[in-house]
């Protein structure tokens, strides 16, 4: 049963947020303009994990990136309305607003408050989506 909006609290977003996997498939659902297949998503997945630009990225790693997003992540994001299936591929769910929150405050409390994205990563940065800088 998918939660309500009201019903996603701290604790379940930092449950969700965890993974570092599923952390990079929210995040690209979020920049995306339209659904995000799984089998993009398993490619701007693995391209944020290995810091290389999506259009250079595929084959096998992108495969198993593919098969753990199916079986484990994005289940939970759409179990929490995170995320919605929407038949042509994965978008915005009710509780994305306040899954980012939990994520501005987080990088708040820690003193930051660069928004995050797939596009770039932090040197040292080990398979996390990164927190841009300025």
Known sequence: MAESTTDL????????LSASRRLAAVVAVEEASGPVSSGELATLTAAAEHGRPPGQFGGRSASAVKADLESDHLPRLVAHDVLRDAGNGYETGANMDGLLSVVDAAVAAFGGDSPLTTLERQPGDAGSPAIDRP
């Not at 609290?9 to 969700?16: E, H």
């Open 9 to 16: 609290g701290p604790a379940a977003a930092l449950d969700l």
